[in-house]
């Protein structure tokens, strides 16, 4: 399974952007999917998951209110609306995938990094 994420940017405080991934087979259509992202320095952290039929969502409280996950299981994508953007979401973001299905998000499959930079 290839994962392939787009839509990173340089923005401004305050601006949105969205980010999407497209997965290379359907069978992650029957995966938990996320987001993940690692500022320069730190460690790569959970920002958001949504279950295979979109019935579950999860996001981590520093993006709760402003990012919002979701995903077009006839398009094998999985997207991440950023709203409200603070410089503090400047990072690289990956998406993945489970391997299989269940709840809560396990990742076993991982996608290239998209760059996101907030200025201030």
């Known amino acids: 399974v290839q994962l392939q994420a787009c839509g990173g940017g340089l923005v401004q405080a305050g601006d949105s952007l969205r980010l999407s991934c497209a997965a290379s087979?359907?069978?992650?259509?029957?995966?938990?999917m996320g987001w993940f992202r690692q500022a320069p320095g730190k460690a790569r952290e959970f920002v958001a998951a949504?279950?295979?039929?979109?019935?579950?969502?999860r996001y981590a409280d520093s993006v709760k209110g402003r990012f919002t996950i979701s995903r077009d299981n006839a398009k094998n994508t999985m997207y991440l609306q950023m709203n409200s953007l603070k410089p503090e979401d400047t990072a690289v973001y990956y998406c993945?995938?489970?391997?299989?299905?269940?709840?809560?998000?396990?990742?076993?499959?991982w996608g290239q990094g998209t760059l996101v930079t907030v200025s201030s």
């Open positions: 993945a995938s489970d391997t299989f299905y269940a709840w809560p998000l396990t990742p076993g499959y």
């Open positions: 087979q359907r069978t992650v259509n029957d995966y938990a």
């Open positions: 949504i279950s295979s039929t979109s019935e579950y969502t």
